[in-house]
Nanobody
Framework: QLRLVESGGASVQPGGSLRLSCVMS????????IGWFRQIPGKAREGVGC????????HYADSVKGRFTVSRDSAQNTMYLEMDNLKADDTAVYYC?????????????????????WGQGTQVTVTS
């Protein structure tokens, strides 16, 4: 069974950088997509970036393009979200998410990738 555990959330100043990690235990080789979305309490989920196993591409939200990078270390079963030039608007809880053939339904949060399961989230706060 797939288990996703995020870490690395912190409070940083505007313009700073942060790297989030997600250990993906039990990720099957035929996954559809892995990625990140974020959410502010009371607001809708917003897709940040994803790696699609379907089209082999990495996709990003326009709001983070050029500042955020999604990568994966398959040997370590770990995915990363490298965030540079952070802004106050990036403040949110960040979730690691995935979609595999084991799940019947997935949600779409503004990216071409669907997500069927996610971790508990990690808080990122950007403030001076």
């Amino acid at each position: 069974q797939l288990r996703l555990v995020e870490s690395g959330g912190a409070s940083v100043q505007p313009g700073g950088s942060l790297r989030l990690s997600c250990v993906m235990s039990g990720l099957s080789w035929d996954f559809h997509a892995i990625g990140w979305f974020r959410q502010i309490p009371g607001k809708a989920r917003e897709g940040v970036g994803c790696i699609s196993n379907t089209d082999g591409q990495t996709h990003y939200a326009d709001s983070v393009k050029g500042r955020f990078t999604v990568s994966r270390d398959s040997a370590q079963n770990t995915m990363y979200l490298e965030m540079d030039n952070l802004k106050a608007d990036d403040t949110a809880v960040y979730y690691c998410a995935a979609d595999t053939p084991a799940y019947r339904e997935s949600i779409y949060v503004g990216l071409p990738c669907g997500f069927a399961t996610w971790g508990q989230g990690t808080q990122v706060t950007v403030t001076s």
